[in-house]
């Protein structure tokens, strides 16, 4: 399975193809975790994904990138400025939501703005490790489909429970029978 380095790669591939500031903010090398699969390529690695794996995995990656740069722990892009970070990580959200809007998969569209809304909730209640779980259990969802488990778990994050944590890890772990199976606390 391809790791969060390769997906950070071909994003700063394309990146660069594109020119422009976010070109300019790219950092020489990625930080942070990268030798594991990150949501980007959970996701790709699912049926749902599997015919259009290497779109998947760059419009997830902007996604997830811009995602980053609003909670600051960008992986790629460097900017200390804050007002340009939204801006940059605004930039990502659109340029990922573009590449899929042109695959027409309303589903997804519609899981990751479930993701980028209760991620944004998640880092507003000072819960990063709650906005995490939700990206990983987005992944599973974008992949393979959603599931009663994950949409219990949404809605539970939705109304704060406190038990929104453990039912998205345990949501995404529900998936493993197809194939792939997140590590616990990931």
């Known amino acids: 399975m391809r790791t969060a380095r390769d997906g950070l790669a071909a994003l700063r591939q394309s990146l660069i193809a594109q020119d422009g500031t976010l070109a300019a903010a790219l950092r020489e090398q990625p930080v942070g975790e990268l030798d594991e699969p990150g949501p980007p390529q959970v996701a ?98 974008i992949g393979w489909g959603p599931s009663d488990a994950h949409r219990a778990a949404k809605a539970l994050a939705r109304s704060q429970g406190s038990a929104a944590l453990q039912a998205m890890r345990e949501a995404a772990l529900a998936r493993s029978a197809e194939g792939f199976a997140p590590r616990p606390g990931s």
């Open 44 to 141: 790709v690695s699912g049926p749902r994904c599997a015919s259009n794996a290497g779109e998947y995995e760059l419009l997830l990656e902007m996604i997830l990138e811009g995602s980053r740069l609003h909670y600051g722990r960008p992986r790629l892009v460097d900017c200390p400025d804050r007002d340009l970070a939204l801006l940059l990580g605004d930039q990502l959200y659109a340029m990922g939501l573009l590449r899929l809007a042109r695959l027409g998969d309303l589903e997804a569209v519609a899981e990751l703005a479930d993701v980028i809304s209760l991620v944004a909730q998640a880092h507003a209640s000072s819960d990063p490790e709650l906005g995490e779980a939700v990206w990983q259990a987005g992944a599973v969802s």
